[in-house]
């Protein structure tokens, strides 16, 4: 093990003294719980992120999703297509609204949803489909929402990575009838933690609001069973720091991905769709035709002897973890869990991390090759 060199880390929020004295300022207020700063935080972030969508903020994006998905009508003996090269939650969120998720595979270059995968999986229990636009590069949305209009589905976006990435220009969270954003501290902005619902019609957002708060829009007045999923002024004031600070920090993972594009060797380095813009919440690559146990190796030396901190995202596909253990044939999936591998591209790395990390991975791929 090398001591001597400082790890890299693998992400890092970035919580700065605006971020503090905000929190200071709804403290002295006195008024903790959902109130002005949230409302602020939703109409800010609907014009920045949303397309001026109704955006509705909760407590968590898995909170964000299963709302969501509720207010779209979710129950049970509905089937939801969604990939199982994601986070747990993509599946979680629609079975605990008692629907099943199918699993299909993703593009092998995209790492998001395959089209025709989707509509081979598609059932008369179908009702919707959930794109997840993985590590920041949005899934194919024009052919998704083809999809979904043929069928009568609707579409709800797992936007949890991807804040301010593109489709044909257009930002995700915008297509389907409902989206979700992450807050979460490693995300690419934070609120603590958090979430925002993006909703394709006043009636779905109505419908979340009614959701978060105990199914009640006037208080006392409760007009359906709800949750409280509420977001605390507290966090609603993290974010809004944080979104005015978005747009550089997308620029800089922009730069730093862009780097090692053009300098890393021995390695499948992530595509980019021609109708996409990338946010980088991970940069994934690939250790081509590794095993997991020799992508592990490459991983271990790059933390151990190169002091580089990195991830795997996701080592185990979704459906065949304990929770959903289901007999599905997604070779590309289970391909993409065996030789995938997350470098650091937060905006906090410096120009000598940067120098580090490409020196780090073409020696260990070199050494392996
Ligand atoms: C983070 C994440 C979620 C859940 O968001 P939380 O804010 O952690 O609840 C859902 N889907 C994906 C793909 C995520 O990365």
Same mark, same amino acid.
């Given at each position: 093990?090398?001591?001597?060199?400082?790890?890299?880390?693998?992400?890092?929020?970035?919580?700065?003294?605006?971020?503090?004295?905000?929190?200071? /300022?709804?403290?002295?207020?006195?008024?903790?719980?959902?109130?002005?700063?949230?409302?602020?935080?939703?109409?800010?972030?609907?014009?920045?992120?949303?397309? +001026?969508?109704?955006?509705?903020?909760?407590?968590?994006?898995? =909170?964000?999703?299963?709302?969501? $998905?509720?207010?779209?009508?979710?129950?049970? !003996?509905?089937?939801?297509?969604?990939?199982?090269?994601? #986070?747990?939650?993509?599946?979680?969120?629609?079975?605990?609204?008692?629907?099943?998720?199918?699993?299909?595979?993703?593009?092998?270059?995209?790492?998001?949803?395959?089209? @025709?995968?989707?509509?081979?999986?598609?059932?008369?229990?179908?009702? +919707?489909?959930?794109?997840?636009?993985?590590? +920041?590069?949005?899934?194919?949305?024009?052919?998704?929402?083809?999809?979904?209009?043929?069928?009568?589905? %609707?579409? &709800?976006?797992?936007?949890?990575?991807?804040? !301010?990435?593109? %489709?044909?220009?257009?930002?995700?969270?915008?297509?389907?009838?409902?989206?979700? &954003? =992450?807050?979460?501290?490693?995300?690419?902005?934070?609120?603590?933690?958090?979430?925002?619902?993006?909703?394709?019609?006043?009636? *779905?957002?109505?419908?979340?609001?009614?959701?978060?708060?105990? !199914?009640?829009?006037?208080?006392?007045?409760? @007009? *359906?069973?709800?949750?409280?999923?509420? $977001?605390?002024?507290?966090?609603?004031?993290?974010? /809004?720091?944080?979104?005015?600070?978005?747009?550089? %920090?997308?620029?800089?993972?922009?730069?730093?991905?862009? #780097?090692?594009?053009?300098?890393?060797?021995?390695?499948?380095?992530?595509?980019?769709?021609?109708?996409?813009?990338?946010?980088?919440?991970?940069?994934? *690559?690939?250790?081509?035709?590794?095993?997991?146990? @020799?992508?592990?190796?490459?991983?271990?030396?790059?933390?151990?002897?190169?002091?580089?901190?990195?991830?795997?995202?996701?080592?185990?596909?979704?459906?065949?973890?304990?929770?959903?253990?289901?007999?599905?044939?997604?070779?590309?999936?289970? /391909?993409?869990?065996?030789?995938?591998?997350?470098?650091?591209?937060?905006?906090?790395? =410096?120009? $000598?991390?940067?120098?580090?990390?490409?020196?780090?991975?073409?020696?260990?791929?070199?050494? !392996?090759?």
């Amino acid at each position: 093990m090398n001591t001597e060199l400082a790890m890299i880390p693998p992400a890092k929020p970035i919580i700065g003294q605006e971020e503090r004295a905000a929190v200071d /300022r709804v403290l002295a207020s006195g008024m903790v719980a959902q109130g002005p700063e949230v409302a602020a935080f939703e109409a800010e972030f609907s014009q920045a992120l949303a397309g +001026g969508r109704e955006v509705v903020a909760v407590n968590s994006g898995t =909170s964000g999703q299963h709302l969501g $998905m509720l207010a779209l009508g979710l129950g049970p !003996g509905d089937e939801v297509i969604v990939p199982s090269f994601t #986070f747990a939650a993509t599946a979680n969120t629609v079975a605990v609204c008692g629907a099943t998720p199918v699993f299909v595979d993703v593009d092998p270059q995209s790492f998001t949803l395959d089209p @025709e995968a989707v509509e081979a999986a598609v059932t008369e229990r179908t009702v +919707g489909i959930q794109p997840v636009h993985l590590y +920041g590069h949005p899934a194919p949305m024009d052919r998704l929402l083809a999809i979904a209009e043929q069928h009568g589905l %609707w579409v &709800f976006e797992d936007a949890a990575q991807a804040h !301010g990435a593109t %489709w044909q220009g257009a930002q995700v969270g915008t297509f389907g009838q409902g989206g979700m &954003f =992450s807050l979460y501290p490693t995300k690419n902005m934070t609120s603590g933690e958090g979430g925002m619902v993006s909703c394709a019609t006043p009636e *779905i957002a109505r419908q979340v609001r009614l959701l978060r708060n105990q !199914g009640m829009e006037a208080q006392y007045a409760n @007009e *359906i069973a709800g949750f409280n999923n509420r $977001m605390t002024d507290i966090h609603a004031a993290i974010g /809004r720091v944080q979104l005015g600070k978005l747009a550089g %920090w997308t620029a800089a993972r922009q730069e730093n991905a862009a #780097f090692f594009d053009a300098n890393l060797q021995g390695v499948a380095t992530p595509v980019v769709r021609e109708a996409a813009t990338h946010v980088y919440h991970q940069y994934t *690559i690939r250790i081509d035709g590794a095993s997991a146990a @020799e992508r592990d190796a490459f991983a271990a030396a790059l933390r151990e002897e190169h002091r580089v901190g990195c991830g795997v995202y996701y080592p185990t596909p979704v459906h065949r973890l304990e929770t959903f253990r289901t007999e599905v044939d997604l070779p590309v999936t289970e /391909r993409l869990a065996a030789e995938v591998l997350s470098l650091p591209v937060h905006p906090s790395l =410096s120009d $000598m991390d940067r120098e580090r990390i490409v020196a780090a991975v073409n020696t260990v791929a070199k050494a !392996g090759a």
